[in-house]
């Protein structure tokens, strides 16, 4: 861990158990789908789960989130029910979406979570809609970008960048940096030596963090969500970060460097930060177990709900599609 300003005990703990939660979440679904019990693309965000763990603990339920396929972590991290969240990958009527958007676009309002896009580099523009509606509206929420370093060379990220600088929104770009666009690595697509780097050309504060590091990562989050809620404007983040697993489920990841992956899942972040709350006193051994326990429990109600949900019914598909409620 870095020498970064520590937060509270409270907050460590809760980032750790996001972190696990996200973990063994994960676990579960890959389990599940190779059970054959459900069937879904999956994006696995394993590896990534300090980010929005560490981002999150500084945000509220009135501020909003824009994420990408692979942000489950993302949308657990913010407090999307997993219940919720297993019923509409399963595509059951239960689900956050009523089971029509499935795993590519889960929104859950409630919780900030405002959309899941399929599209890579549009979750910026859409934060910069929201981040303009809060600033017009003279409300003190914030919008968080995530994306991904494939997508940092879009145009629509540049533009959003741009725009987000000159009105000064209320918006963090999150940048999760697993070194790898769907098969191909980093330096191969992307000029730039860190992708913060391009902040100064915004004129906007730009950080390149350790992603797998909760207390660097909460550092930077805390500095740019300050930031943003006071008038100061955006800040872009990346954060360093690797993905475990391929770029989609069932992606065997022979791309990958030969010892890469092995190197990374030896500093997996998870047991890791798990084991410094137990070394720096932040928590005990029984606490956290007893923490993993109850997660446990809450996922395996998760499983089960989602797989005794039923299917929408047809009529739903001519649901949802224009407003019920003409204005005056």
Wanted: glycine share 8%; hydrophobic share 40%; with cysteine.
């Amino acid at each position: 861990m870095t020498d970064t300003t520590i937060p509270s005990c409270a907050t460590l703990v809760e980032i750790y158990r996001r972190m696990a939660l996200i973990k063994r979440n994960d676990e579960r679904f890959r389990a599940v789908i190779k059970a054959g019990k459900i069937v879904a693309v999956y994006y696995s965000p394993r590896g990534q789960e300090v980010i929005p763990s560490a981002v999150s603990v500084n945000l509220t339920d009135e501020d909003y989130i824009c994420t990408i396929y692979r942000g489950i972590h993302d949308m657990l991290a913010k407090g999307v029910p997993p219940k919720l969240l297993w019923a509409e990958i399963a595509g059951k009527a239960t689900g956050t979406c009523k089971g029509k958007g499935g795993p590519m676009h889960i929104t859950h309002p409630a919780t900030g979570v405002m959309v899941t896009t399929g599209i890579v580099g549009s979750s910026m523009p859409i934060a910069n809609g929201l981040a303009l509606a809060a600033q017009l509206r003279g409300e003190r929420r914030i919008a968080v970008a995530y994306f991904g370093d494939g997508a940092s060379n879009i145009g629509a990220v540049h533009e959003s960048l741009n725009m987000a600088a000159i009105w000064k929104l209320p918006v963090i770009f999150v940048c999760q940096n697993n070194l790898y666009g769907e098969h191909t690595r980093y330096e191969l697509t992307t000029s730039a030596r860190r992708i913060s780097d391009r902040a100064a050309s915004y004129q906007m504060p730009g950080v390149t963090v350790n992603g797998n590091d909760p207390l660097a990562m909460y550092s930077a989050a805390n500095e740019a969500v300050a930031r943003a809620r006071s008038g100061g404007g955006p800040t872009l983040i990346e954060a360093l970060t690797f993905r475990f697993q391929g770029h989609v489920f069932g992606d065997m990841d022979t791309y990958m460097i030969e010892g890469e992956k092995e190197a990374a899942l030896s500093r997996d972040p998870v047991p890791t930060f798990r084991a410094w709350l137990i070394q720096n006193e932040q928590a005990s051994e029984i606490q956290l177990a007893a923490m993993e326990s109850e997660i446990e429990r809450e996922i395996d109600a998760a499983v089960d709900f989602a797989l005794s949900s039923p299917e929408p019914d047809l009529a739903e598909l001519r649901q949802d599609i224009f407003a019920t409620e003409v204005r005056a």
